[in-house]
């Protein structure tokens, strides 16, 4: 029987030679992380509207950052004589609203499978939206069997100037 002979490294690459640095996949996971990390910016960026100028508050309190997984964002722009609602980039009616609350709802419990992370529903609308408008907003999450709903407001003096 023949013996197998072992061959060290340093003898296969020559002993003056340095060990190569594979470059091209850590670039190739680099741009992976970088596209993972633009989809979720890109994501966070298509909830809110920014032409909604919301309601000043002077008692508003920060958002207690818990997941997203259980939000819903509604943005309620006003045009000047009516209201446009969206989720998302989504626009909607007050009917359909109702029923993307309802779809949004159901996977969200699907997918928590017993756990108890409550759904929430967080209504971005601007300051000029007539309260029959929000009504509307507050009827389809009660016809979705929605309970906890949070109004965006910003906080006077911290993020406006007073009386703007």
């Known amino acids: 029987m023949a013996k197998k002979k072992k061959v060290s490294i340093l003898a296969y ?26 989809s979720i910016t890109s994501k966070e960026v ?9 309601a000043t508050a002077t008692k508003a309190e920060k958002k207690k950052k818990e997941t997203d997984s259980g939000e819903v964002v509604v943005n309620v722009k006003w045009t000047g004589f009516n209201s446009t609602y969206a989720v998302g980039e989504q ?18 419990e699907q997918a928590q499978r017993g756990k108890k992370q409550p759904f929430r529903v967080i209504v971005r609308a601007d300051r000029e939206v007539q309260w029959r408008f929000l009504q509307d907003v ?3 999450c009660a016809s979705a069997e929605i309970n906890n709903i949070t109004y965006a ?12």
């Open 46 to 54: 298509m909830l809110r509207d920014r032409e909604i100028q919301l």
């Open 91 to 108: 626009q909607c009616s007050a009917y359909e609203l109702t029923l993307i609350l309802e779809q949004k709802k159901k996977l969200h």
């Open 153 to 164: 407001v910003l906080q006077e003096g911290v993020y406006t100037k007073k009386g703007t």
């Open 13 to 38: 690459m020559g002993e003056d030679e340095d060990p190569e640095f594979q470059i091209a996949p850590m670039i190739d996971i680099l741009l992976v992380l970088l596209i993972f990390f633009m």
């Open 138 to 140: 507050l009827k389809a």
